[in-house]
Structure formats: structure tokens, C-alpha cells
């Protein structure tokens, strides 16, 4: 089953500006993981917050986490046309061993 | 550098004949999964090797085997591909548990003939 489902399903911004895509999941969580995905490759990991973690970052990207909400947030700062992927947010599942993905975003970046 | 390899990265294969893809990996990781990802869509968890303890998903179907050498190989058994198996194959690894960020090959797209 699908946990996370991210919004919007395709954004489109101008070089330089900052970009956000947003995950919301159904259960509870232990931690939140957020990939990139470049046209035809695998998928690269990003960053991965906790649930007793409220923000993370990493160079240009920052996530947050609301666990009230069941929602996180991928904010990517001054965006490159390099940027321009899919973006999909993942969760556990509890006591599964596993990762559940989210339909992803679709992150296209003007130069 | 330490990566996951898939072979091919394009196969192509006809209806009903049987199609193998291998992944490596020289990350020593002890857990290895296959995904399916269809055309736009989120990628589909298969199954996943914990060292040698395979785990089926409950939804994958029973023309999808899995192998698991040794430690650094793995690979996905097709044994009678239909049109919708078309898709990108992904394998990927981590050093187990839920927890740790997991590390993609760059798949092999399918086609079927």
C-alpha cells in the first residue's frame, strides 16, 4: 500500500528560486526519508529525518517534519537547472522492514 | 568507488520467455531489495533479501523469483513475462534496518516483445 503521497505531482520554477514539495503519510512513522530520482537512473537518497526530529538539513535542502500532521517538507533553496528530477518522500511502516514510497513530484527547473 | 551495478541496463525480451537480471553490489551491505517502477509512478517493493532470509511481498506474483548467491549478487528470476511486466527493475542495498538509507543501481528498463 502506498503511504506517501506527495504534492504537487509536478512543479516548475526559474533557476534561483526555491522550490518546495510537500509528503503526507496515513500511520505513524519511525523516521521519513526523502530521495531524488534523475531521468532514467536509480534513486539517490537525500536526507532522512527521525520522528522525534522536528527539521534537518543538508547544503541546500531542508526537511521538516510534523508528525501532528503526518506531513514533511522538502524545501530546496536557489535552485539549479541540475535539480530538475523526481522527488519522492518514503516511509517504514512500523514493525515492517521496509520502505513504502510516495507517487513522487516531478521537479523541473528553468535555466 | 563502492556502488550497485545492474545488468543490462535495457532488456528486452518476447511474451512468455523466461528473463534473468543480475545486480552486484561492493557496498558489504547485508540487505538487498528489488523494486518495480512503472512510468511515472512511485517504486514498488518486491521483495528483499536480510542477509539470507528472503521476504516476499504479500502482492508480488508468483512469476517473480528471487536469488541470493552470496552476499555481493542478487538476481530477479521472471519466469513467464507479460506485457505488464514492462517497467524499470531497481535493486538496491543498506546496512540493514529500517532506518539506513538505501543505495540504488540504475536499474534495467524491460521491454516485452
Known amino acids: 500500500s502506498q503511504q506517501g503521497e506527495e504534492d504537487p505531482q509536478a512543479l516548475s520554477i526559474q533557476e534561483g528560486e526555491n522550490a518546495t514539495m510537500n509528503c503526507s503519510y496515513k500511520t505513524s512513522i519511525n523516521n521519513l526519508q526523502w530521495y531524488r530520482q534523475n531521468s532514467g537512473r536509480g534513486l539517490v537518497h537525500l536526507i532522512l529525518?527521525?520522528?522525534?526530529?522536528r527539521e534537518k538539513h543538508s547544503g541546500r535542502l531542508r526537511v521538516t517534519l510534523d508528525t501532528s500532521k503526518k506531513s514533511s517538507s522538502l524545501l530546496i533553496t536557489a535552485s539549479r537547472a541540475a535539480d530538475t528530477a523526481s522527488y519522492f518522500c518514503a516511509t517504514d511502516e512500523g514493525s515492517a522492514r521496509q520502505l513504502t514510497f510516495g507517487s513522487g513530484t516531478q521537479l523541473t527547473v528553468l535555466p | 568507488d563502492a556502488m550497485v551495478i545492474q545488468n543490462p541496463r535495457y532488456q528486452v525480451t518476447q511474451f512468455g520467455k523466461p528473463v534473468t537480471l543480475s545486480c552486484s553490489q561492493t557496498?558489504?551491505?547485508?540487505?538487498m531489495y528489488w523494486y518495480q517502477q512503472k512510468s511515472s509512478q512511485a517504486p514498488k517493493l518486491l521483495f528483499h533479501y536480510y542477509d539470507k532470509d528472503f521476504n516476499n511481498e504479500a502482492d508480488t506474483p508468483d512469476n517473480f523469483q528471487s536469488r541470493r548467491p552470496n552476499t555481493s549478487f542478487c538476481f530477479l528470476d521472471i519466469r513467464s513475462p507479460g506485457l505488464g511486466d514492462a517497467a524499470m527493475y531497481l535493486c538496491?542495498?543498506?546496512?540493514?534496518?529500517?532506518?539506513?538509507?538505501?543505495?540504488f543501481g540504475d536499474g534495467t528498463r524491460l521491454s516485452i516483445l
Open positions: 529525518i527521525r520522528s522525534n526530529e
Open positions: 538496491a542495498t543498506s546496512r540493514g534496518g529500517i532506518d539506513q538509507p538505501q543505495h
Open positions: 557496498l558489504n551491505h547485508n540487505v
